[in-house]
Nanobody, 115 residues
C-alpha cells in the first residue's frame, strides 16, 4: 500500500505547516487508521494523530491544540495542518497506515522550520 507525503517547502516560525498523504491500493474508508508520525533530528518517533474510516480523529495531547487532520475521500488523501510552528517542529514527517500495527509507511518528508 504505497503512501506518499507531499513536500511543503520552507516553513517559517508562526506559520501553518500543511502536509498531504496520498494513498494508493487502499481506501480511507476501510477499517484501518491513517496516521501522522514525526521524528525530530536525533530523537525518536512521535505519534502526531490519526483519522479513522469514519473521519473521527485523535491527537497526541502535546499537539492537540495545534494539529488538525482531515481527509479527501474523493482523492484518497488525508492531510495534516500544524499551526503556529516553531523550530522545535522541525522533523521528518511520515504518514502511515495502522491495521494491526503501523504496517505501511510513506518515505517521509523533511520539514524544516526556520526564519
Amino acid at each position: 500500500v504505497p503512501l506518499q507525503e507531499s513536500d511543503p517547502g520552507p516553513v517559517k516560525p508562526s506559520q501553518t505547516l500543511s502536509l498531504t498523504c496520498t494513498v494508493s491500493g487502499d481506501s480511507l474508508t476501510n477499517n484501518v487508521g491513517w496516521n501522522w508520525i514525526r521524528q525530530a533530528p536525533g530523537k525518536g518517533l512521535e505519534w502526531v494523530g490519526y483519522i479513522d474510516k469514519s473521519g473521527n480523529t485523535a491527537y497526541s495531547p502535546s499537539l492537540k491544540s495545534r494539529a488538525t487532520i482531515s481527509r479527501d475521500t474523493s482523492n484518497n488523501q488525508f492531510a495534516l495542518q500544524l499551526r503556529s510552528v516553531t523550530p522545535e517542529d522541525t522533523a521528518v514527517y511520515y504518514c502511515a497506515r495502522y491495521k494491526y500495527d503501523m504496517d505501511y509507511w510513506g518515505k517521509g518528508t523533511l520539514v524544516t522550520v526556520s526564519s
